[in-house]
């Protein structure tokens, strides 16, 4: 369907000890519980500050929304999704870019497709040829879109649908899956593949094709999350020890490792934006918190005002050009709120 459109129920909140301004937003109709509290769940930001994401009904459900820069939200679902049981996928965005297309997943009674959702707010479904299963990750200016499928040998394989609708698949010398999580303006797409010990590399695929392979010095696990359009590239690793760690991967190839300051065995980046800013997530004494790390290598930490003290949870999931991050964090009574994080200029 094409969806339904509400006021989002929002809170300007007073700004942060950390020098930004915090919006505060949940879904109308997504129902939150102390069990469940992933009830309003933003993924993905573009420029004009519209925010993609998921919610849960109250059955714990998954759905898509999308909340335009002026705060209205939209609910919708991929055609013919079904949700029978409890924390089950009927709808689950991924990814928006600048005209505000959205792609992501959805399943029906029998399995999961890809979806497009214009702008106007047609949904067209897809599925690579052969594919049994199918998990986009990311979507690009042209409308190009990345991810992953399953062929009916269940193998995870890469795929690119190009905006005229055409697929190509592809693997990094993949023998236990392709992951693709993310595509630039360029077109080069970033992501894992994974070995026959199950680890994980990371690999860039270039517009034309080439497939180039890469992991941190030390790293028995690699994760690449997200790529700019300069082909900066960030995600996670995992040190022989079990810590996770962040890195950056310029465009020259060249490998930065970093972990937040404070941080207690974890580290993980889940975005990047043209100058270099990654936020993301990490560990630390009191719980989870959002970082930034600015293109200097300089940290600022955060939570929203609300969110649950002592022990927060704040998970930072993606940031646009003009640095504002969009996430979630649980409030005192373990319920989950959306939030935008606008940075002072």
């Known amino acids: 369907m094409a969806g339904t459109q509400t006021q989002q129920l929002s809170n300007d909140l ?116 052969g594919a049994v299963l199918t998990i986009p990750g990311g979507i690009n200016l042209a409308g190009a879109i990345t991810g992953s499928y399953y062929d009916a040998n269940f193998a995870e394989r890469g795929f690119l649908r190009a905006p005229d609708g055409t697929f190509t698949s592809f693997d990094p010398g993949a023998v236990n899956g392709t992951s693709p999580t993310g595509i630039n303006d360029a077109g080069e797409i970033v992501g894992t593949y994974f070995d026959a ?25 690699t994760t690449a999350s997200a790529i700019n359009l300069e082909g900066a590239i960030t995600g996670s690793w995992q040190d022989a020890s079990g810590v996770t760690l962040g890195f950056l991967r310029s465009s020259d190839g060249t490998l930065t490792t970093f972990d937040v300051p404070g941080a207690i065995d974890q580290t993980v980046p889940s975005a990047i934006d043209p100058a270099g800013t990654i936020t993301g997530y990490f560990q630390g004494t009191s719980g989870l918190h959002g970082f930034v790390r600015a293109n200097d290598g300089t940290f600022t930490t955060f939570d929203p005002p609300g969110s649950e003290e002592p022990d927060s949870e704040t998970i930072a999931n993606g940031i646009n050009p003009a640095g504002v991050i969009t996430g979630w964090y649980i409030d005192p009574s373990f319920i989950g709120h959306g939030f935008l994080r606008i940075p002072i200029l």
Request: proline fraction near 9%; hydrophobic fraction near 35%; glycine fraction near 12%.
């Open 197 to 221: 010990n199950d680890a994980g590399h990371g690999f860039l695929r270039a517009p034309h094709g080439t497939l180039t392979t890469f992991d941190p010095t030390g790293s028995i696990y």
């Open 14 to 129: 007073p700004r942060h000890d950390d020098g930004a301004t915090y919006v505060e937003f949940v879904v109308p109709g997504s129902t939150c519980e102390a069990s469940f509290p992933l009830c309003t769940t933003p993924v993905a930001i573009n420029l004009f500050g519209a925010v993609t994401g998921y919610y849960a009904d109250i059955n714990a459900s998954l759905h898509g929304f999308v909340r335009a820069p002026l705060g209205a939200v939209t609910t919708f679902d991929g055609p013919g999704a079904t949700c029978p049981n409890y924390f089950s996928i009927c709808t689950f965005s991924v990814g928006i870019n600048l005209q505000g297309a959205i792609t992501g997943y959805y399943c029906d009674a029998v399995t999961c497709h890809g979806f497009l959702r214009a702008p106007g707010g047609t949904i067209i479904a897809f599925d690579p040829p």
